[in-house]
């Protein structure tokens, strides 16, 4: 793998499984200083630990990214550990599918906090820390239920689609600065914190109508985040890039 990150410090909420996870690792092989957090060292410390077996730099900061203090201590702690601060992947959630006349305000809550919230005051966190020469980069992590939505998922879509109108103003405000902000939009992907709203005959279907014939996997979302953090992207911004196999824009 190539080391187009080397030196880079790295945030990645959310890494203690999934998604989050394997990107840590990916960065990590291309060479970043990688920060895990989630919100326990039970899910910190494993991935920090495989990284390093594997010859990366990583550390972890188990914090919870809900509040915006949560975040803003985060990206702090992962500026003064590395000495920089470069790369931002907002990919923590928690996420509940209800139909409309079941939504909870709790949940409601919850998803927003996690979600939405933390990706604004992580903005302005990452500001204050990043080099105004260097710049960085900023990957938010979104759905392809922000461009095609499915029933139960009033919350989640509209969430989902929040963050692309952010990754998108947030570009325009944050270019000057060198600052690039993109979001992925992974399509059903088989993770421990998808499982519980899977069955088999829904990932059959999606298959049916995927024209790449499978499911994506973690493995495809991290390969997209970490182009869009890296020197290959350096003149993407305010983009979402769906990873999908096709099937958000096709209709087999």
């Known amino acids: 793998m190539n080391q187009d990150l080397l030196g880079r410090v790295a945030l990645i909420t959310g890494a203690g499984a999934g998604i989050g996870r394997e990107t840590a690792f990916q960065m990590a092989a291309r060479g970043a200083v990688v920060c895990v957090n989630d919100l326990k060292e039970e899910f910190v410390t494993p991935v920090v630990e495989a990284i390093q077996e594997r010859g990366g730099k990583a550390f972890g900061i188990a914090l919870n990214v809900a509040s915006r203090e949560g975040i803003r201590e985060a990206i702090r702690r992962a ?3 590395g000495g920089r601060f470069d790369i931002l992947v907002n990919n923590a959630a928690w996420v509940r599918y209800q139909a409309i006349p079941d939504i909870l305000p ?4 919850r998803m927003l906090d996690i979600g939405f919230k933390s990706v604004i005051w992580s903005l302005q966190e990452a500001v204050a820390v990043m080099d105004p020469e260097r710049g960085g980069s900023i990957v938010n992590v979104a759905s392809v239920a922000a461009l095609r939505s499915a029933a139960n998922s009033v919350v989640y879509s509209g969430i989902k689609s929040g963050i692309l109108g952010i990754t998108r103003a947030a570009a325009a405000e944050l270019g000057a600065r060198n600052i690039r902000v993109n979001a992925v939009c992974p399509s059903a992907v088989p993770t421990e914190g998808t499982q519980r709203n899977r069955d088999a005959a829904r990932d059959a ?3 049916a ?3 790449l014939g499978r499911l994506g996997t973690v493995e495809d979302i991290a390969r997209a985040i970490c ?3 890296g020197d290959d992207a350096g003149f993407v911004t305010a983009q979402a890039l769906a990873v999908d196999g096709g099937i958000t824009l096709t209709n087999i």
């Open 205 to 207: 279907n999606r298959v």
């Open 79 to 81: 500026f003064e550990h």
């Open 209 to 211: 109508r995927t024209p």
């Open 106 to 109: 709790e949940t409601v809550d």
């Open 227 to 229: 182009f869009l953090a």
